[in-house]
């Protein structure tokens, strides 16, 4: 598999490789997604001042000025824009990937197809089809900003934590406002990994940081829907549905964290409850997983019966912490067996 990426100048192109696209120089921006898709080497062939200073800092170190193209490496023209998927496919042999980028017209088509890089295989319908259509344009603006993924992940807690408050006055105009509160929370928290990786950003600590985000911001929810309602009734039994809802988002969060964040690895720290090959069971609980359920939350706030939501929280989140343990220990046993089922 070809490990070198040379990069040479193209024939006729007017936008010169120093370019801001989505915040970064056009060249250096393939360059820190070659780091991405695997290439242990990049030369720029025929470098002028203006590459030399879109290149200059350690983020672009292993980057190498050459004359030439170097023998049995990928050569690319620098105004070709590639996404690491593009890239991890050059590698593998594909004939060609990315978007030519000629003249500045080009460069709204060159955002748009980084952009479409960045909608995940694994989520849920909505996701795909709605809040990702929003927090990509969000993130096409912020993309040229100071504004960092971590603060984007502060941000998407922050209106969570407030929809949820709204939920302590169970009436239909409050829970709406907090339930739509709570799906911009699930827009904004797209920003974060969408900034990540068109800034190339990306952490260890700001994985982390997202992922328990989104959980307490969950917590809080179930916890608000269960002391509004019990207030409303003048009776504790509805604390203990919030306290099922909130131990079982808890247990399930620190379960999966423990099985699939732990351990040091290239890529995202989270894609599936699985981590051993999927299965029918696994399947399930990455379905169940996914954020569509905010909907459901919706409408039912709009009918001002969240609680009824509550109480599939209360029931859902132990079934899915059993869920989990049941995918570990099959693993497990497989491991014992010496079998694993293909990825």
Same mark, same amino acid.
């Given at each position: 598999?070809i490990?070198?990426l040379? /990069?040479?100048?193209?024939q006729?192109?007017?936008?010169?490789?120093e370019?801001?696209? /989505?915040?970064?120089?056009l @060249?250096? #921006?393939?360059?820190?997604a070659a #780091?991405? %898709?695997?290439?242990t080497?990049?030369?720029?062939a025929?470098a002028t001042?203006?590459?030399?200073a879109?290149?200059?800092?350690d983020?672009?170190?292993?980057? !190498? @000025? &050459?004359?030439?193209a170097?023998?049995r490496? /990928?050569?690319? =023209?620098?105004?070709?824009?590639?996404s690491v998927?593009?890239?991890?496919?050059?590698?593998?042999?594909a =004939?060609?990937?990315?978007?030519?980028?000629?003249? #500045?017209?080009?460069?709204?088509?060159a955002?748009r197809h980084?952009?479409?890089?960045?909608?995940?295989?694994t989520?849920g319908?909505?996701?795909r089809?709605?809040?990702?259509?929003?927090s990509?344009?969000?993130?096409?603006?912020?993309a040229g900003?100071?504004?960092?993924?971590?603060a984007?992940?502060?941000?998407?807690?922050?209106v969570?934590?407030?929809?949820a408050?709204?939920f302590?006055r169970p009436t239909?105009?409050?829970e &709406?406002?907090?339930?739509l509160?709570?799906?911009?929370?699930?827009?904004l928290?797209?920003?974060?990994?969408?900034?990540? #990786?068109?800034k190339?950003? !990306?952490?260890?600590?700001g994985g982390?940081l997202?992922?328990?985000?989104?959980?307490?911001?969950?917590?809080?929810? +179930?916890?608000?829907?269960a002391? %509004?309602?019990?207030?409303?009734l003048?009776?504790?039994?509805p604390?203990?549905?919030?306290?099922?809802?909130?131990?079982?988002t808890?247990?399930?969060?620190?379960?999966?964290?423990?099985?699939t964040?732990?351990r040091?690895?290239?890529?995202?720290?989270?894609?599936s409850?699985?981590t051993?090959g999927? &299965?029918?069971?696994?399947r399930a609980a990455?379905?169940?997983?996914r954020?569509? +359920?905010i909907y459901?939350?919706? @409408?039912?706030?709009?009918?001002?019966k969240?609680?009824?939501?509550l109480?599939?929280?209360?029931?859902?989140? =132990?079934?899915?912490?059993l869920?989990?343990?049941?995918?570990?220990s099959a !693993?497990?046993?497989?491991?014992?067996?010496?079998?694993?089922?293909?990825?």
């Amino acid at each position: 598999m070809i490990r070198a990426l040379a /990069l040479v100048a193209p024939q006729g192109s007017g936008v010169p490789p120093e370019t801001p696209l /989505l915040g970064l120089p056009l @060249i250096r #921006r393939t360059v820190l997604a070659a #780091r991405r %898709g695997g290439f242990t080497s990049v030369a720029v062939a025929g470098a002028t001042a203006g590459i030399r200073a879109a290149l200059e800092d350690d983020a672009v170190e292993m980057t !190498e @000025i &050459t004359a030439d193209a170097p023998p049995r490496a /990928l050569v690319l =023209p620098w105004n070709v824009v590639v996404s690491v998927q593009d890239l991890e496919a050059l590698r593998a042999g594909a =004939p060609e990937a990315g978007v030519t980028v000629d003249s #500045r017209a080009d460069l709204r088509g060159a955002e748009r197809h980084l952009l479409a890089s960045l909608v995940k295989e694994t989520e849920g319908f909505m996701s795909r089809h709605f809040e990702r259509k929003i927090s990509l344009a969000v993130s096409r603006r912020l993309a040229g900003t100071s504004v960092s993924p971590n603060a984007m992940t502060l941000v998407s807690l922050t209106v969570g934590l407030v929809g949820a408050a709204f939920f302590l006055r169970p009436t239909a105009a409050s829970e &709406t406002t907090g339930a739509l509160l709570f799906l911009l929370h699930s827009i904004l928290d797209g920003c974060d990994g969408e900034l990540a #990786r068109l800034k190339f950003q !990306e952490s260890r600590w700001g994985g982390l940081l997202d992922f328990w985000s989104d959980n307490v911001v969950h917590a809080a929810v +179930f916890a608000a829907m269960a002391v %509004g309602w019990s207030r409303s009734l003048g009776q504790t039994w509805p604390l203990a549905l919030g306290a099922s809802a909130v131990a079982g988002t808890f247990a399930s969060a620190y379960f999966v964290y423990r099985r699939t964040m732990t351990r040091p690895r290239e890529g995202p720290l989270y894609t599936s409850v699985a981590t051993e090959g999927e &299965t029918a069971l696994s399947r399930a609980a990455d379905a169940a997983s996914r954020r569509d +359920f905010i909907y459901l939350v919706l @409408i039912l706030s709009a009918l001002g019966k969240a609680r009824w939501f509550l109480v599939l929280a209360a029931v859902g989140a =132990p079934v899915f912490f059993l869920m989990l343990t049941a995918i570990a220990s099959a !693993e497990r046993r497989r491991r014992l067996r010496g079998y694993a089922p293909p990825a």
